[in-house]
């Protein structure tokens, strides 16, 4: 098993491209998140989805739309990327709802934009 | 809202130093506790969790006992080593529909040897 899989490691964008993260899992698992990671701020949730074809906001949804078409993957786009949303992003998948559920992680994508 | 105040880092200690970095959360409900570590470069991964009060967690050589009465879920080591330099992190679940994790900003543990 794969477990969770993220989709590129590492890009370099330019100010005003657009890009789309790829997050795979192979666990089945009804809940996906995607969080970014910069110093200082520990993980701040961006967007989150609780089944096949929902999709909420977290904390920090502006900029970034997303996409869960299939149980297993969750996209994460940026439609105009900026300075600012250079971080490191992470997904993680939990089989539900039940509070005593941990989350698992996938590797991280490092993302600069110029 | 629901929120976790975690010990600030970084944290610096030698090779067999006892360890503590303190948690605390709201008491706003009844959450399941947890500590997440991050080696460099990784993503996070689970080291411990408490599911209700007066529950011990254990992993890696690494405990924490959730107590309700003071709202904290402090992680402690006796003897650190090399290999422990990560950064933690407490994050307790209130559950509910949204079914999200709340994240301390994290503690930077460095071990020398």
């Known amino acids: 098993n794969a477990g969770v899989t993220q989709t590129p490691k590492f890009r370099v964008l330019k100010t005003g491209q657009s890009m789309t993260l790829l997050c795979a899992q192979d666990?089945?698992?009804?809940?996906m998140y995607w969080y970014r990671q910069d110093p200082g701020m520990g993980l701040r949730l961006i967007h989150y989805?609780?089944?096949?074809?929902?999709?909420a906001k977290g904390e920090v949804p502006d900029g970034y739309n997303v996409s869960r078409l299939k149980k297993q993957n969750f996209l994460l786009g940026l439609e105009s990327a900026a300075p600012s949303q250079t971080s490191v992003y992470f997904c993680?998948?939990?089989?539900?709802?039940?509070?005593?559920?941990?989350?698992?992680f996938g590797p991280g994508t490092r993302l600069t934009v110029t | 809202g629901d929120s976790v105040t975690q010990m600030e880092g970084p944290v610096t200690l030698s090779e067999e130093a006892f360890l503590t970095i303190n948690c605390t959360y709201t008491?706003?409900?009844?959450?399941?506790l947890f500590w997440y570590v991050q080696y460099p470069g990784e993503g996070l991964q689970l080291l411990l969790k408490?599911?209700?009060?007066?529950d011990k967690g254990s992993n890696k050589g690494f405990e924490a006992t959730y107590r309700k009465e003071t709202t904290s879920f402090h992680l402690e080591k006796g003897s650190v080593q090399v290999s422990d330099s990560a950064v933690y992190f407490c994050a307790p679940h209130y559950g509910g529909s949204q079914g999200n994790l709340i994240f301390g900003k994290g503690t930077k543990l460095s071990v020398k040897p």
């Open positions: 989805s609780v089944g096949e074809g929902t999709t």
């Open positions: 666990m089945n698992h009804e809940y």
């Open positions: 408490a599911t209700k009060a007066d």
């Open positions: 008491a706003t409900g009844y959450p399941s």
């Open positions: 993680a998948t939990r089989p539900g709802p039940n509070r005593a559920y941990e989350q698992y």
